[in-house]
């Protein structure tokens, strides 16, 4: 399979649940991001990684927790979630940091929390 | 302040016209990237055109052109002879160069378009 696969595509959870998020690239990239994306809201970028190292953590609260066991891997682990975190989370990844280099997306994980 | 501004939360284009997407940007680094996606009900984030900041011309990608005035700092996409299937989410977003770190894609807040038969 080629390009971001995120699993799985939809997801409803209670507030007492703990579930992962799970990112899969096969591009070769060596950055990885999570992003968030609300009803009329802006895209916000929750966590980047390169080469498997954490780099940016945009003041993301812990009950999401992030995990790059390698490059071509990326989860986002989930905990005691509040409803209003319910959105579509999107993986994204990269070849490189210069400016010319745009991110493949994954198609989301849509979460509703309950 | 917005790094990316995007006007029009809506557009209503009539099928084989032309459109244009309104994008403004942000920023005090010479070295940056312009960059539009199309987002469909699916979800996905699909790449459709880059200008960088150095180029002499305007980007073109099949039915997709950036108007890219850099005095204006503006970076709007074009998308001629509209079909049914370009009615989806476009967001312009940009990366900046800030040196040799790896700086993430900012988006604007979208622009929702709309073909109509």
């Known amino acids: 399979e080629t390009g971001v696969t995120q699993t799985p595509r939809h997801l409803v959870m209670g507030m007492t649940n703990k579930k992962s998020l799970k990112c899969e690239q096969h591009l070769g990239h060596n950055a990885m991001y999570w992003y968030k994306q609300s009803a009329k809201k802006p895209l916000e970028l929750m966590f980047v990684y390169n080469f498997k190292e954490q780099t940016e953590n945009n003041s993301v609260p812990s009950r999401f927790s992030p995990e790059c066991p390698n490059s071509s891997h990326l989860f986002l682990h989930l905990h005691t979630l509040q409803p209003e975190d319910s959105a579509l989370y999107l993986c994204a990844s990269s070849q490189g940091s210069g400016t010319n280099y745009g991110y493949t997306f994954g198609s989301g994980t849509r979460l509703t929390v309950v | ?117």
Do not use: H
């Not at chain 2, 939360?9 to 403004?24: H, I, S, Y």
């Not at chain 2, 002879?81 to 989410?89: H, I, K, T, V």
């Open chain 2, 1 to 117: 302040a917005q790094k990316i501004t995007q006007t029009q939360p809506g557009m209503f284009v009539q099928e084989k016209e032309a459109v244009t997407l309104d994008c403004t940007y942000d920023t005090s680094d010479p070295s940056y990237g312009l960059f539009w996606y199309k987002q469909p009900s699916s979800g996905e984030m699909i790449f459709l055109i880059y200008q960088g900041s150095y180029d002499q011309q305007n980007a073109t990608e099949g039915r997709y052109s950036l108007n890219f005035q850099k005095a204006r700092k503006s970076a709007n996409l074009v998308i001629s002879a509209s079909q049914l299937g370009d009615s989806a989410m476009y967001f312009c977003a940009m990366r900046e160069g800030r040196g040799s770190g790896n700086t993430p894609l900012v988006f604007g807040k979208g622009t929702r378009l709309s073909v109509i038969a």
